[in-house]
């Protein structure tokens, strides 16, 4: 049983650009959670969300930033005409319901943006 | 308010125990975590506390809340080079939601 699989693992983008980051979560998990983490600070909630709904948003800043979970396919995490201060590492978390405890992280996207 | 807060480093040899200690200002937390980040790698969930526990032991991994005073700590036993890491305590926001709130991390050096 695969894990929580991000890619890609390294993103550079220059200013201006989009950047999208995709997210698989773990074989029967339906819900999954966007984090940020900026240099030498803990994550930070983004985003969370089940099968084609957005649960809760209060993480996400007002423009430039979007999240998705599909029927099919992975969640996506797009940010749009990207800054430097955007340039952290974004993780994924899953799990198979409301359930703090059953919360698995994936290895991280480090958005790097020039 | 949510704010986690905990040591930036801790360097300890190896065998000696480490102790990592987390102060958090929401009293309303029902679960408290102890994550741990390798370079280049997610976190992994090294254990949680329910809230109306005060300690709670898992091989070399102990556990203690101090819920009148907010502080959890972090005890590992005779630390092995391998714990080198981040460790982040988190609680969560409210409920059972996945939603939680990282402390900025501490880093656990161990020399040999």
């Known amino acids: 049983n695969a894990g929580v699989m991000q890619n890609p693992r390294h993103l550079v983008r220059r200013r201006g650009q989009e950047a999208r980051l995709r997210c698989s979560p773990m074989?029967?998990?339906?819900?999954v959670y966007w984090y940020r983490q900026l240099p030498e600070e803990g994550l930070k909630f983004m985003v969370y969300?089940?099968?084609?709904?957005?649960?809760?948003e209060s993480g996400m800043p007002k423009e430039r930033f979007s999240a998705e979970f599909p029927k099919e396919g992975p969640s996506i995490l797009r940010i749009q005409q990207v800054v430097r201060g955007d340039s952290a590492a974004y993780f994924c978390?899953?799990?198979?319901?409301?359930?703090?405890?059953?919360?698995?992280f994936g290895s991280g996207t480090q958005l790097s943006v020039l | 308010g949510e704010d986690v807060e905990q040591s930036p480093f801790l360097s300890v040899r190896e065998g000696d125990s480490s102790v990592i200690n987390c102060t958090y200002t929401?009293?309303?937390?029902?679960?408290l975590y102890w994550y741990k980040q390798e370079p280049g790698a997610g976190l992994q969930l090294l254990t949680y506390?329910?809230?109306?526990?005060d300690m709670k032991q898992d091989q070399r991994l102990t556990v203690l809340l101090n819920k009148k005073d907010k502080h959890l700590s972090l005890r590992i036993a005779d630390t092995q080079t391998g714990d080198s890491a981040i460790y982040f305590c988190?609680?969560?926001?409210?409920?059972?939601?996945?939603?939680?709130?990282f402390g900025q991390g501490t880093t656990l050096q161990v020399k040999p």
């Open positions: 978390a899953s799990s198979p319901g409301q359930s703090n405890e059953k919360l698995f």
């Open positions: 074989k029967g998990h339906s819900h």
């Open positions: 969300l089940q099968k084609e709904n957005i649960i809760d």
């Open positions: 929401d009293s309303s937390s029902t679960y």
């Open positions: 506390i329910f809230s109306n526990m």
């Open positions: 988190a609680h969560a926001a409210s409920g059972n939601t996945g939603k939680l709130i």
